[in-house]
């Protein structure tokens, strides 16, 4: 199954709030796309239709009907690419979202059985700990910050990518700023499924969950969204471009 070379981005509000942000990248990217916001159920054809490429990112399962979950499973275990971004409606979430879905044995990361919402108000940072095409040529050497993340855990057979790193951030008397290294986190892990490849991002694409992330870059990245568009760092774009062209094995007219 080859798809229709266009991806599925389901969730994150609309094109006007906070889907802005990925659906600016994939303008930006040359990639086709669909969207569906998160207070709408997929159209009456979704079952019908097969998109090379699933992103689920902060949509709510309430909207999310069984027969339209075991299709995006179907398809990716055929040969089409699945991605979960984290958010406050993705994994278990606050209110117990996707772990007894058909979407959870599609993923590469088993959830939790409890809220896994996990705020960071002081130093978190994103960590590469293994080569990966998603990362490629992308400086993690200076590398971004994020505001929180889902927790989860990776499957025995999938891949971690990244991890976030936590500080805790002391002033000493005498005004120097010291960093304790707390916890690592999984925050990106992949994985296979059948014939398809799956993503499982543990932050946000968009605020606040993305915190700096967002900005990451040594130029700016400006991509139009509708009438209006969104300014992001060169990097995060780029970080993101990779994701979708890698899972769902895509063409990009741009390497932002």
Known sequence: MSGNGRICY???????????????????????????P?????????????????????????????ACMEH????VRAGAGLAMLGGWESYHGRLGEYPQTPLAEAL????????????????CLVNR????????????????????FNLFE??????????????????????EVVLDAREEFPLLVVGEYGLGRTVALATDVA??????????GDARVTAQVGDGFVEVGNW????????????GRLESASQA
């Open 236 to 247: 995060y774009a780029r970080f993101f471009r990779n994701l979708l062209v890698w899972a």
């Open 154 to 175: 990776p499957r025995r057979d999938a891949q971690v990518v990244l991890k976030a790193q936590e500080y805790a951030i002391r002033r000493l008397p005498e005004g």
């Open 38 to 66: 998160s207070g709408e159920e997929p159209g009456p054809d979704f079952t019908r239709q097969t998109y090379s490429f699933y992103v689920v990112s902060d949509y709510p399962v309430a909207f999310f009907p069984q």
């Open 10 to 36: 389901l969730g994150d509000d609309h094109p006007g709030a906070a889907a802005a942000y990925l659906c600016g990248i994939m303008n930006h990217s040359g990639l086709a796309f669909d969207h569906v």
């Open 108 to 123: 590469p990361v088993e959830m939790r059985d409890r809220d896994d919402r996990h705020n960071c108000s002081q130093l």
């Open 207 to 216: 605020p606040h969950w993305v915190g700096g992330f967002v900005d990451w």
């Open 129 to 148: 700990v293994a080569d990966h095409e998603i990362v490629d040529g992308l400086p993690f050497g200076t590398p971004p910050g994020i505001g929180g």
């Open 72 to 75: 995006v499973v179907k398809c």
